[in-house]
Structure formats: structure tokens, C-alpha cells
């Protein structure tokens, strides 16, 4: 563990120094994150000029998910999106060599490598939208229950890079561009929203299949809910299996994978 604690010290180290080397894409990043926040605060707030609730859920609870999802958002963009945007072409040029040869796991290694510091200020934008709407809800939240969604939703943080490595897995086979990750961007539209607002086929997908809706509206039911622990379980649950299969997928397609050197 101290390995790889000292391991990602060094990826922040470096990943700074490289911040500060373009410093206007750096404050517009983070100024186009800021926009894509005020734009979904925006939507639900004209939605409840027209509503009373959103599939069962008030203005204040929407506004919880809401902050919750903003978090997931700006810490995997923080922590593993520019790592996993490098891996197709990694793959498809056979240089992966490198990587693969550390004495850590290859998957840490690839997606933590770089730390994304824009995002980061964004992570601390989210934290304190989260903040402004646990502030503003009219009903009072028991503390165990919010530590509970703060921990369900870096689970679904989690959650969201498992899914990601797994639609992009394919590229070992295909040497496409992004392996399946159009379509996994496509579906994480449906994480955005309440589970609530689905009904029939798609919310069993989206709850068991293709899980986006554990990233943000099942902390949220944890939040809202009695049944805390056995939203808090299933959420847990989920996340391992889909740790187990992200694995073995993973290492599977390292099978298949040819080296430039080779």
C-alpha cells in the first residue's frame, strides 16, 4: 500500500508541474466545468418552476443527487479520465510495454498516472454545491446517514471507472479508436437523472446490467430512505462483483495484446 501511496505522490508531483506549463487551458477547463454544473442546477430549477416533485423526490433531494453526482463527476475526472484516455492508443501502438513491466498493478498504473488538477478545482466546486444543498434542505439528515452517502458516492466513483475499463476493454480485440466508449458515455446520460424517473426493462438494466444508476441515485436513497443499510449493501455488492469482472476482463485482453517490440 505505502508503494503505491509513494507511487501516486509522484504522478501528482509531476502532473503539477505539467498543469502550470499551460495555464490558460488550465482556468478554461476549469471555467467550462463551472458552466456544465450551473447548467444542471438550472435544468432541475426551471423543472421545479413547473413541479412539485421528481419522481417521488422534492427540490431539495434532487439538489442532494444532484451535488452527489457533481462529485462523482469532478473526482474520476480528477483522478482517472486522463489516464483512461490514453489507454486505446497505448494499446492499438503496442506500447504498452512499459507499463506493464512496473511492479504495480497495470491498471493503477495506467489510469492514476495523471492527475488532473483543473478537475480538481472542480472537485472542491462540487464539495461546496453539496454543501449549499445539505444546508438549504429543510429536513435535517442524520449524521451516520450522510457519511454513508459521501462513502456511497466515492463507491460509485468507483463504480464509474470499473464500467469505463470495462467498455474499453474491446480494444484489445478490435483496435478501434475508443473500444465501446461511445456507447458508455451515451448510457452514463442515464446516471444523470433520478433512477426514479425509469420504469419497467431500462431501470432493471440500469440497476443491475449496466449499473449507472448506483453511481449517484442509490446514495442518494440511502440519503432519503429507511432502508439505508440494505441500499448501502447492495451498492457494496455491486461494486465487487463488478471489481471481479473489470479483473478478469482486463487481464484477458492483456492476452490479446501485441507489443511494437515484439
Not at 503505491?4 to 503539477?16: C, N, P
Not at 457519511?147 to 480494444?171: K, S, V
Not at 451515451?186 to 446490467?209: C, N, Y
Request: proline share 3%; aromatic share 18%.
Amino acid at each position: 500500500m505505502m508503494r503505491y501511496l509513494r507511487l501516486y505522490k509522484h504522478f501528482v508531483k509531476f502532473s503539477l508541474m505539467q498543469a502550470m506549463q499551460f495555464r490558460f487551458d488550465f482556468f478554461f477547463k476549469i471555467a467550462m466545468d463551472c458552466i456544465f454544473y450551473l447548467v444542471n442546477i438550472l435544468f432541475y430549477k426551471i423543472l421545479f418552476a413547473h413541479t412539485g416533485g421528481l419522481a417521488g423526490w422534492s427540490e431539495s433531494q434532487v439538489m442532494i443527487f444532484l451535488a452527489g453526482f457533481l462529485m462523482v463527476d469532478a473526482i474520476q475526472m480528477t483522478v482517472i479520465s486522463s489516464g483512461c484516455w490514453m489507454i486505446p492508443g497505448l494499446v492499438n501502438k503496442g506500447e504498452l510495454d512499459y507499463y506493464l513491466l512496473r511492479p504495480v498493478s497495470s491498471l493503477f498504473f495506467l489510469s492514476t498516472r495523471s492527475f488532473a488538477f483543473d478537475s480538481f478545482i472542480n472537485v472542491l466546486v462540487a464539495a461546496g454545491i453539496l454543501v449549499w444543498a445539505f444546508v438549504t434542505s429543510p429536513v435535517t439528515y442524520p449524521l451516520y446517514k450522510i457519511l454513508i452517502f459521501l462513502f456511497l458516492t466515492l463507491n460509485g466513483t468507483y463504480l464509474f471507472f470499473q464500467m469505463r475499463i470495462i467498455a474499453l476493454a474491446p480494444i484489445f480485440w478490435t483496435h478501434s479508436g475508443r473500444g465501446l466508449e461511445m456507447i458508455y458515455w451515451t448510457l452514463t446520460k442515464f446516471g444523470e437523472r433520478p433512477d426514479g424517473i425509469f420504469r419497467g426493462v431500462v431501470r432493471l438494466v440500469l440497476v443491475s446490467i449496466m449499473p449507472f444508476a448506483i453511481m449517484s441515485s442509490f446514495p442518494a436513497r440511502a440519503l432519503f430512505q429507511e432502508n439505508t443499510w440494505e441500499v448501502a449493501g447492495y451498492c457494496v455488492a455491486v461494486v465487487l462483483v463488478l471489481h471481479f469482472v473489470m479483473v478478469k476482463i482486463w487481464n484477458f485482453g492483456l492476452k490479446s495484446y501485441s507489443s511494437a517490440s515484439s
